[in-house]
Nanobody, 121 residues
Framework: QVQLVESGGGLVQAGGSLRLSCAAS????????MGWYRQAPGKERELVAV???????NYADSVKGRFTISRVNGKNTVYLEMNSLKPEDTAVYYC???????????????WGQGTQVTVSS
């Protein structure tokens, strides 16, 4: 069993900052991808920022230069520092990981419960 424990959402004014964290635990041998997606009302879930295997990162164009993903190696924890927040960043933010349960297992996806981020204008 896997757990993704998210924290850090909330209400902030436009231009403000928030920091999200996500800690993965449980039956995880290795993590291939870990990071954040978001879903605004009436819209599809979209990638925000992720770490790929090897340590490279992907960011949505809409957050480049404002959001920074970081991680604590060895602790399966990622953070999302969100600066210069805009009302259009309002969404439920979901932690995501793609992982292996043992060395030669298939890859599995797991999603956190989500944390609400609301940016007021």
């Amino acid at each position: 069993q896997v757990q993704l424990v998210e924290s850090g959402g909330g209400l902030v004014q436009a231009g403000g900052s928030l920091r999200l964290s996500c800690a993965a635990s449980g039956n995880i041998f290795s993590i291939n991808v870990m990071g954040w997606y978001r879903q605004a009302p009436g819209k599809e879930r979209e990638l925000v920022a992720v770490f790929n295997s090897g340590g490279s990162t992907n960011y949505a164009d809409s957050v480049k230069g404002r959001f920074t993903i970081s991680r604590v190696n060895g602790k399966n924890t990622v953070y999302l520092e969100m600066n210069s927040l805009k009302p259009e960043d309002t969404a439920v933010y979901y932690c995501y990981c793609n992982y292996k349960r043992w060395g030669y297992s298939p890859n599995y996806d797991y999603w956190g419960q989500g944390t609400q981020v609301t940016v007021s204008s």
